[in-house]
Nanobody, 121 residues
Framework: QVRLVESGGGLVQPGGSLRLSCAASGSLFRVNAMGWYRQAPAKQRELVANISRDGSTNHADSVKGRFTISRDNAKNTVYLQMNSLKPEDTAVYYC???????????????WGQGTQVTVSS
């Protein structure tokens, strides 16, 4: 069974920085895309950024120039460096992996439990 665990969330003042990490445990044969999503109260979950296996990235317009996604394939870990944080970045952040657990297996969709990020003075 695959389990994703996020870390690095917390309370930060506007303009501050945080770095989120997401590590996978369990049997993952191959991880293709990795991504970060967020969900603010009373809002739908939205894509923040994703990164393909070869390192191609995509960032939401709202975070471009402030957030950077990266990954370490050897560790099956994805990171989100968040700079110049704003109150509107406050949300629960979830990591997502798309991958397979063995050769030839269909691609699965795996989610972490979420980590709270609060930007407030």
């Amino acid at each position: 069974q695959v389990r994703l665990v996020e870390s690095g969330g917390g309370l930060v003042q506007p303009g501050g920085s945080l770095r989120l990490s997401c590590a996978a445990s369990g049997s993952l044969f191959r991880v293709n895309a990795m991504g970060w999503y967020r969900q603010a109260p009373a809002k739908q979950r939205e894509l923040v950024a994703n990164i393909s296996r070869d390192g191609s990235t995509n960032h939401a317009d709202s975070v471009k120039g402030r957030f950077t996604i990266s990954r370490d394939n050897a560790k099956n870990t994805v990171y989100l460096q968040m700079n110049s944080l704003k109150p509107e970045d406050t949300a629960v952040y979830y990591c997502n992996y798309k991958g397979s657990t063995y050769l030839g297996a269909p691609q699965g969709d795996y989610w972490g439990q979420g980590t709270q990020v609060t930007v407030s003075s």
